[in-house]
Structure formats: structure tokens, C-alpha cells
Nanobody, 126 residues
Framework: QVQLVESGGGLVQAGGSLRLSCAASGRTFSRYGMGWFRQAPGKEREFVAAIRWSGFGRYYADSVRGRFTISRDNAKNTVFLQMNSLKPEDTAVYYC???????????????????WGQGTQVTVSS
């Protein structure tokens, strides 16, 4: 069992930055790939970024590539999402997720992740 808790969300103006954190507890010795997803009201959950356990192999949705950076610190059992140049369309609840297969399956598919955090709200004002 893995528990994930996101933090770092909030209200920011367009063009600003936020850094989201996802702290893991439980079976954190396992080689989990990690992903970030987001969901706006009335919309499907959308892939944002993913990272393999080793840190090698980082993947991004086209909509955030060049603006967001995913990273992880396995010693601290934490994954981060640095969000720069934020746009109003980035407004959503952001979720982190853990994949016990270390992204061996499609990292863009929510069903391939085994554990999810509760989400943190990101609101970008124009």
C-alpha cells in the first residue's frame, strides 16, 4: 500500500510559477514510476507528466512541454512538478499517481497507475 499526498497548489497569476510536491509513504522501497494528471470541472482526467523510478525517462503532455518539469527525490520519497509560465487553461485539480510497473505500460493512461493522491487545486488567473 502506498499513500500519496499532494501539496503546493494555489492561486497564481498567468505567467507565474508553482511547484507541486507529492509525498509518498508506505511501500516506498518499490520501484514506482510516477505521474501527474489534472482534471478540470466537467473534463476528463488528463495526463500531464511522468517519470520513471530512476529519473531517466521523463515524459510530458504536449500542452505543458517546455513549461513544466517533473523530477523526483527517491531518498525523500517525493516527486515534484515545477510549473512555469502558467496559463489559465492550466487551472485544474492536479493529482499524482504511482505505477508499480515503472511506466512499462502507457504512462498517459490513468488506469495503468495503482495509487492516487487526493489532488491539489491549481488556479491560474488571467
Amino acid at each position: 500500500q502506498v499513500q500519496l499526498v499532494e501539496s503546493g497548489g494555489g492561486l497564481v497569476q498567468a505567467g507565474g510559477s508553482l511547484r507541486l510536491s507529492c509525498a509518498a509513504s508506505g511501500r516506498t522501497f518499490s520501484r514506482y514510476g510516477m505521474g501527474w494528471f489534472r482534471q478540470a470541472p466537467g473534463k476528463e482526467r488528463e495526463f500531464v507528466a511522468a517519470i520513471r523510478w530512476s529519473g531517466f525517462g521523463r515524459y510530458y503532455a504536449d500542452s505543458v512541454r517546455g513549461r513544466f518539469t517533473i523530477s523526483r527525490d527517491n531518498a525523500k520519497n517525493t516527486v515534484f512538478l515545477q510549473m512555469n509560465s502558467l496559463k489559465p487553461e492550466d487551472t485544474a485539480v492536479y493529482y499524482c499517481a504511482a505505477d508499480g510497473s515503472n511506466l512499462s505500460d502507457s504512462y498517459r493512461t490513468p488506469n495503468n497507475y495503482d495509487y492516487w493522491g487526493q489532488g491539489t487545486q491549481v488556479t491560474v488567473s488571467s
